[in-house]
């Protein structure tokens, strides 16, 4: 008996042969890669493997050179805007409209998702409580710290209860208690059917919160499937260097022996002579200060 072939539609995201090139350098290669809706998926891989590139093209912020994007089974291409409405995506922190206080913030994404302003203000005061910035409700973005800079983006891509939520590491700078409720929010939203996908460079909180997972190196997928399929038996983080390289034995540099050697005072040998070698000290004091 023959196993159908999957289809895009079913998927949360399927991406085929995507590529992009920037001059010379080609970003991504030839990718393709489908994430089940409804898993929390992590995307991993070495700076400037083309985890971002990736997401910007799938998301709609990004035209590609060449290849396919579907979102629920719609092509993300021939209709931005109606792919648009199904995702969530967390803006960087240079992307807020940080002259707004918190509360002020919310309402306006939520009403720039076509929501009514008082469903939009009640939603906001629900996600500044779980996200612990209500006592910052009235306080300018701006004046932020950067954890809870990080968790109003957050707060900003879920006001409108998308299907799909893009995040880009989304747990930087959040402190651990702030970072596990934040978890415990993804999860349960997962949970409801909802899908997740996360890039980070954090291995055991993949490990921990993922489903699935994609290792991407030089803009191509190198293995993607659930967490124990790729991990193949090993720890992920073992396995994500086996599968991009790039490990090397410590340099063993001479001098970097935190003074063992000799105090971390440098003596004989050092360049010049006398009093006047470096780091030296005379005890005659200078022309000018007889």
């Not at 590609?64 to 803006?91: H, Q």
């Not at 059917?193 to 993922?210: D, F, N, P, R, Y």
């Not at 340099?251 to 009093?275: K, M, Q, R, Y």
Request: a negative charge.
């Amino acid at each position: 008996m023959s196993v159908p072939t999957p289809s895009p539609a079913d998927f949360a995201v399927s991406i085929s042969s995507l590529t992009k090139t920037f001059g010379s350098k080609r970003a991504v290669d030839n990718l393709s890669l489908n994430i089940p809706t409804g898993s929390f998926f992590g995307l991993v891989g070495p700076n400037g493997a083309g985890k971002t590139t990736t997401l910007n093209m799938t998301t709609g912020l990004l035209v590609p050179d060449v290849g396919y994007i579907s979102i629920l089974g719609n092509d993300v291409w021939s209709d931005v805007n109606r792919a648009k409405r199904s995702i969530g995506v967390m803006p960087q922190a240079d992307q807020l409209f940080d002259r707004l206080t918190g509360s002020q913030l919310l309402v306006y994404s939520g009403m720039l998702r076509g929501m009514k302003r008082a469903e939009a203000g009640a939603r906001s005061r629900d996600l500044l409580h779980a996200f612990d910035l209500a006592d910052a409700a009235d306080t300018m973005v701006s004046d932020y710290s950067a954890g809870m800079t990080k968790k109003i983006s957050l707060a900003t891509a879920m006001i409108h209860s998308p299907r799909i939520l893009f995040l880009d590491e989304p747990f930087e700078s959040v402190d651990p208690v702030s970072s596990a409720n934040l978890r415990d929010i993804l999860l349960e939203y997962a949970q409801t059917g909802g899908t997740v996908i996360v890039s980070s460079h954090v291995m055991a909180l993949v490990e921990k919160m993922c489903t699935h997972v994609a290792v991407i190196d030089k803009g191509t997928v190198k293995a993607a499937g659930t967490i124990a399929d790729v991990a193949a038996g090993e720890d992920l983080e073992d396995r994500f260097l086996d599968l991009v390289g790039g490990r090397h034995a410590a340099a063993h540099i001479s001098w970097l022996d935190g003074g063992a050697h000799d105090g971390g005072v440098h003596d004989e040998g050092a360049p010049g002579d006398g009093d006047t070698r470096a780091g030296s000290v005379s005890s005659e004091p200078s022309e000018g200060l007889r």
